[in-house]
């Protein structure tokens, strides 16, 4: 038996036994997308999850269902963060799903996504391949075949991380990664907004970790990445990795002092395994001149998600 028919048996056993992530879902446009103050928003970006695309035409159909719900608002989006786990094998014939989808919504709003573990623990190469070609396409911008990049939205710096080696289910992020990410919160700081950073692995001791999950951080440069981070004032760390719903370990404050703070996503195609189960949700993020909200939503069958945890408001220092 050749490793490839090996692994492909494997995955089909799997799919399996998991058919009920993906019965197709409706979008409910009873509760659409509003924001706080529409007259005096500056940004607002959806902020997703882990979407493991598997390659199943009900999971391409319940991915559309971020867009259905979008659209059904009045109010303007200009941004969605996937942050990484985009397919749930690496395969290239899930990634052709998945940027069939997002190709289709790429001028209606900014597309930023990075890669995660799921992505990269088979076919390193195969994922990077396909996602750096991604997202040159959907951002019109050239990665060097360097998988971590920086992009403005509205005057607000986006900073997508990834890690630069296969991994099980840490990152291996560079030095130059580092001084990347150094450079560009500097940059930020001169802008004197918010920045926003985009990571699939979390960092170590927040949001329940090592708890929650062993080796559940972005490993070994976890210390230098936070270092880095804390040095500037209202920076928002996004991650995904955890599958936690809606629960205490959302959210994590870095630095009180600077307001920088992590935002631990839900899963948006699997359970989550503890808080709210139910696998869809995201944050809906609205920036304005003094204070950067994030609200609970269902993308995948629409509507706010009410309770604990479900809102959060960052007033920003200057
Ligand atoms: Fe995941």
Redesign the pocket.
Known sequence: MTIPFFIEKYVKQIKAMNPKYDKPCEVSKLDPITFTDSENIKLSFVALA?T?LPDRNTAEKNLENIFTDISGSKEKIDALILAG?IADYGFTKEYRRFFRVFTRHKNELKLLITM?N?DVRLFYKTALYNITNGIEDLLSINLNGKPYYSYNVNGYRFIVLATEKPCLLEAYISPEQIDFLKNELKKASEENEPCFVICHQPLDNTHGLPKVCKNGSIGKQNNQVKAVLEKHKNVFFLN??L?SGICDYVESIINKENNVISINLP?YRKENNFGSIPSGAGYICEVYEDKVIFKARSLLTGGYIKGHNTYFEYPLIF
């Open positions: 882990d493991h786990d995660g799921h995904g990795h599958h899963s």
